[in-house]
């Protein structure tokens, strides 16, 4: 079974604070997504890579980077986080048949609080 | 804007009954999915159909798919409680990423 892992289930973060999201698959898949998930808004795409060391921007991009040194890792990286950024955060990795539309496998999420 | 718009927003129904979700989308696609949340949680892949399928089943799960009015439906027959979560369709645009739609909240009551 394919799994993601995502480094904490809850996480609380001041104002400013520099975050880090951890997202590790150990199913060898070359693409992984970050999204934030929003009442009412449903999923929204941060960040998405298909290779080590590649990245693209999603539809939501602004306030965030993200790393992938390593093809199992992929990191969401908040500069200075800002109330506005209190959200879930969902990594989500795939294979890459038929470009990157094909089956994503989740992560149970990161509940973000920003005071 | 979403591709893929789920309705109806909310659906409560009985335990045995059958519940039937739809998704409208914007644009053609090579495929749409289908994906359930329990809250709180991470979003768990259903159900994969194809631009040139026209239904699939997969255990009490049936979906269908109508490009021509570019909409799609999740049936979930004799319906448990255990059933309840959010679901969501998924749509690979022009840009072949993956788009969600806001979601149906389905609660099942014993």
């Known amino acids: 079974d394919v799994k993601v892992t995502q480094s904490s289930r809850y996480l609380v973060k001041r104002t400013g604070e520099k975050v880090f999201l951890e997202c590790v698959q150990d199913?060898?898949?070359?693409?992984m997504f970050w999204y934030r998930q929003d009442p009412g808004l449903g999923l929204r795409l941060i960040y998405f890579?298909?290779?080590?060391?590649?990245?693209e921007k999603g539809d939501i991009p602004e306030g965030y980077s993200v790393s992938r040194e390593k093809k199992e890792r992929f990191s969401l990286i908040l500069e200075s986080a800002s109330t506005n950024q209190t959200s879930m955060y969902l990594c989500?990795?795939?294979?890459?048949?038929?470009?990157?539309?094909?089956?994503?496998?989740f992560g149970p999420g990161t509940r973000l609080l920003v005071l | 804007s979403q591709q893929g718009e789920e309705d109806p927003q909310a659906l409560s129904i009985q335990e045995g009954e059958n519940a039937t979700m739809n998704c409208s989308y914007k644009?053609?696609?090579?495929?749409l999915q289908w994906y359930r949340q329990n809250s709180g949680r991470g979003l768990v892949h259903l159900i994969l159909?194809?631009?040139?399928?026209r239904e699939k089943h997969s255990g009490r799960l049936r979906v269908t798919l109508d490009t021509s009015k570019k909409s799609s439906s999740l049936l979930i027959t004799a319906s448990r409680a255990a059933d309840t979560a959010s679901y969501f369709c998924?749509?690979?645009?022009?840009?072949?990423?993956?788009?969600f739609g806001t979601g149906t909240r389905l609660q099942v009551f014993p």
């Open positions: 890579s298909y290779d080590v060391k590649m990245k």
């Open positions: 199913m060898d898949h070359e693409n």
């Open positions: 989500a990795s795939s294979l890459p048949r038929g470009g990157l539309g094909e089956t994503q496998y």
């Open positions: 159909i194809r631009s040139n399928e």
């Open positions: 998924a749509t690979d645009a022009s840009t072949d990423k993956l788009i």
């Open positions: 644009t053609s696609i090579n495929n």
